[in-house]
């Protein structure tokens, strides 16, 4: 069963810092270009950085550019992103998934994908 767990978010106050992780199963990680997305309450899910198969290629959304990082290591299969400079409107349930368009300026989840419980990342003022 395809399944994705994450972990690492939590309260952080503006300008602090946060890890999340998310750790694959039930598919082939290491050949999928992946992706981290978020949603906040009353507003649409939307795709904020993802990363190539092998790492060598990773696209950020205007919104967290120079502030997000995203990794992964497919040697166990887990997915990162770093998180700086945190502002409020970064709050939101975080969820990783498998993208079938991870490029410039476009990050469009696998519309098959069985979405996990997600992390919640709240940012105080």
């Known amino acids: 069963q395809v399944q994705a767990v994450e972990s690492g978010g939590g309260l952080v106050q503006a300008g602090g810092s946060l890890r999340l992780s998310c750790t694959a199963s039930?598919?082939?990680?290491?050949?999928?270009?992946m992706g981290w997305f978020r949603q906040a309450p009353g507003k649409e899910r939307e795709g904020g950085s993802c990363?190539?198969?092998?790492?060598?290629?990773?696209y950020y959304k205007d919104s967290v550019k120079d502030r997000f990082t995203i990794s992964r290591d497919n040697a166990v299969d887990t997915l990162y992103l770093q998180m700086n400079s945190l502002k409020p409107e970064d709050s939101a349930m975080y969820h990783c998934a498998t993208t079938t368009l991870c490029s410039r300026g476009i990050i469009v989840p696998a519309p098959s994908w069985n979405w996990g419980q997600g992390t919640q990342v709240t940012v105080s003022s």
């Open positions: 990363i190539k198969w092998n790492g060598e290629s990773a």
């Open positions: 039930g598919f082939n990680f290491d050949v999928n270009a």
